[in-house]
Each structure stands twice: as structure tokens, then as C-alpha cells.
């Protein structure tokens, strides 16, 4: 029987860190630390955009990183003074620690100066990045 009540609450455990865990991925949010941190041309390898720029870290396998570059991509088009950079992380290892990424994709958005607006790990939807960029512009 304790058994039995054992694995009830294992189970319980591991849905509810799932559920937490799926509804946390992918939402753009302001971290503390990222408030204050701008990103320029040479952190990035290439000029900002006019009033924003979206950045992506990818890597090689990494199946939402490609449904990432579409959905900014698309945005990126759709709003003008708004560009998309895809940065390659296992290339920019330096970058990454950082600003702490710890999962691929992982998005930020920066205002025309650079400062990280907010951030996303995971795959975010086209309508939360169009919101964030509402505050970055």
C-alpha cells in the first residue's frame, strides 16, 4: 500500500512540474538582471535595427529553432525599423554564459539602443512577440 501512495505522489509531482513547464516555456518576461544589459554591433556581429531587433540563439539540431526564425522572421517583415538576428550558439559559447541562455531558442528583444526589453526560452508565439515589441518601441 505505501508503495502505491509513493508512486500516486511521484506522479502527481512529475504532471504538475510538467504543466508548469509548458505553460512557462516560450513567454517573453523581464528578468532582473537583463534591465539593465545592452547588446551592441559587436556583441551581435551586426547593427541593430532602427527602433528594434529581435535576437535568437539556435543551434544545429534544434527542432523549435526553426519554427523561431520563421515566426520572427515574419514579424521582423511585418514591422518596419524591426530586424531579426539569428545567432548560432554553440558558436558563441562566450556570449551565451553571459547572458545566461541556458536553452535553445532562446529570444531577446532589444530597443533601438540595445537594452534587453525581455526574453524568452523556448519557442515563443508570433502575437507575445509582437506585444513585446510594443514596449520596445
Do not use: Y
Not at 539593465?36 to 531587433?53: C, D, I, P, Q, S
Not at 521582423?76 to 558558436?91: F, P, Q
Amino acid at each position: 500500500m505505501t508503495g502505491l501512495v509513493v508512486c500516486a505522489v511521484v506522479l502527481a509531482a512529475a504532471s504538475a512540474f510538467g504543466l508548469w513547464r509548458q505553460r512557462s516555456s516560450g513567454r517573453l518576461k523581464v528578468r532582473g538582471r537583463d534591465a539593465e544589459r545592452r547588446l551592441g554591433a559587436a556583441e551581435l556581429g551586426v547593427e541593430l535595427g532602427r527602433r528594434a531587433t529581435l535576437v535568437q540563439f539556435s543551434s544545429a539540431f534544434c527542432r523549435p529553432c526553426r519554427a523561431t526564425r520563421r515566426t520572427l522572421a515574419e514579424v521582423s517583415d511585418m514591422i518596419d525599423g524591426v530586424s531579426h538576428v539569428e545567432i548560432d550558439a554553440e558558436e558563441r559559447l562566450a556570449l551565451v554564459r553571459d547572458l545566461n541562455i541556458l536553452k535553445t531558442p532562446t529570444v531577446l528583444v532589444l530597443d533601438a539602443s540595445g537594452r534587453i526589453v525581455t526574453r524568452a526560452s523556448g519557442q515563443p508565439r508570433k502575437a507575445d512577440v509582437i506585444a513585446a515589441l510594443g514596449q520596445a518601441v
